[in-house]
């Protein structure tokens, strides 16, 4: 956490403390810096070419088969990946760029 939004959170409390702050706005503060520094440990989603998602998928022996079962998609989304005719969404080149850098082990529980 910056030392700013440090500096913010520990005034709060000490505001809350002597009651110059409710438990709502002190809460609110609170998921607010949680928030803050969470967003700054999330990677940004980096762009895939379908030679990329092809590499991972071989890196961990997955099939597209597999690879689709494992995000929710289709083995023809895939393919198409693959062969770069159409891009991966938001959420799936999420799931790939995590894939990439954990391994499959992020679709088990």
């Known amino acids: 956490m910056s030392a700013t939004m440090q500096d913010l959170l520990e005034f709060s409390k000490e ?3 002597a009651g110059g702050l409710s438990d709502e ?9 949680k928030a803050n520094e969470l967003s700054k440990r999330i990677p940004k989603v980096q762009p895939m070419t379908g030679e990329d998602i ?3 998928r071989v890196k961990y022996g997955m ?16 393919s ?6 159409i891009k991966p ?4 080149l999420r799931l790939l760029n995590t894939l990439a ?5 992020i679709f088990t529980y």
């Open 25 to 33: 706005k002190m809460s609110r503060i609170s998921a607010r810096a």
């Open 80 to 85: 198409k990946w693959e062969r770069g005719e």
């Open 15 to 17: 505001l809350h403390a």
């Open 63 to 78: 099939s597209q088969a597999v690879l689709a079962t494992a995000m929710g998609m289709t083995v023809a989304s895939v």
């Open 101 to 105: 850098v954990k391994g499959p082990d």
């Open 89 to 92: 969404s938001g959420p799936a």
């Open 54 to 56: 092809r590499a991972v």
